[in-house]
């Protein structure tokens, strides 16, 4: 069975509007990368948020040591049976949680407030606040 | 006028529905060992690409959408956030498909980036709603480049795919 001129066209090698589009995005990727910490204002956090299935658990200053442990028997929609979230000297990490592959756990350590823990298979969503006025340093939770 | 299905159109739509559940839950196994959250090769979007050429894009869609329904529910993840960030993703990798395909601008690779691309922007627009959040925007950079990868990975599979059954008549 002969193809079509336009068969032919679609499955042939990349034409040159395919190379603009992809150029396109690789600029796009790269002015996102050096714009966006400016939009978002990037900077270190005094605080961080918990949610679990978008209400918040609690807040916690990031500076001190902090071991957050959420239960399935409190929180019934974690994967596994528990979620342990850390924090130390400005850095907040899920130290220990369940989900496939424990992709949860490999996103690292975060300490500024561009950058977020998102762990859907457990509803759990980590952010950190930029500093609060009249905060006195002190774990809120 | 009306669209008729033949049978074979509808038995290819069922093997092409059946392959792209299969492929997003083998997917769903596979490891990428970047700590990027989300990071997925897209291969399901293989079948989009197959079935857009082979027979249309309304079928492409039905296709997309019923994957994503099924395949939450295999997984057990319907209902759930996961759900929602596939679903906003593979709507807008549809609509861009459906238009880059109707363009006649762009080869397989040039459609499958595009749509890859649309994929991530679907899942940051939907994550960012969900959760309230605006840091996972932080990963926009790295989630597009490798969008555009995933996109040239899954364009040249579908064009060998569509080379070898190009006489198949459906």
Not at chain 1, 45 to 68: A, L, P
Not at chain 2, 92 to 121: D, E, N, R, W
């Amino acid at each position: 069975m002969q193809l079509t001129a336009k068969e032919r066209y679609m499955i042939s090698k990349p034409v040159k509007a395919d190379k603009i589009a992809l150029t396109a995005i690789i600029v796009i990727a790269l002015l996102t990368w050096f714009f966006l910490p400016l939009i978002l204002n990037t900077k270190q956090g005094s605080t961080f948020t918990v949610r679990y299935d978008n209400q918040v658990v609690d807040k916690y200053d990031i500076n001190k040591e902090n071991t957050i442990i959420l239960t399935k028997d409190k929180y019934p929609k974690l994967y596994g049976d528990e979620l342990i979230i850390k924090s130390l000297n400005g850095y907040v990490w899920i130290e220990k949680e369940t989900s496939p592959l424990n992709e949860c756990s490999k996103m690292g350590k975060i300490n500024t407030t561009n950058r977020a823990l998102v762990c859907l298979p457990n509803y759990v969503v980590v952010s950190i606040d930029g500093p609060i006025k009249g905060s006195d340093g002190e774990t809120l939770a | 006028m009306k669209k008729q299905f033949t049978t074979k159109t509808l038995s290819f739509l069922s093997i092409s529905l059946a392959v792209a559940i299969l492929l997003q839950i083998i997917e769903s196994m596979v490891d990428i060992p970047i700590p990027v959250p989300g990071v997925k090769l897209g291969l399901a979007n293989i079948v989009a690409l197959v079935v857009i050429f082979k027979i249309g894009s309304i079928e492409a869609t039905i296709v997309n959408i019923l994957r994503i329904l099924l395949g939450s529910i295999l997984r057990g993840t319907f209902g759930g956030p996961a759900f929602y960030l596939a679903l906003a993703g593979g709507i807008v990798a549809t609509i861009l498909l459906i238009a880059t395909y109707k363009s006649k601008l762009f080869t397989m690779f040039g459609i499958s980036i595009l749509s890859a691309v649309g994929h991530v922007i679907g899942q940051m627009v939907a994550i960012t709603i969900i959760f309230g959040t605006l840091g996972m925007l932080y990963y926009l950079p790295i989630l597009l480049l490798l969008g555009a990868a995933s996109g040239i990975l899954t364009g040249y599979i579908a064009s060998i795919t569509l080379k070898n059954i190009r006489k198949l008549r459906v």
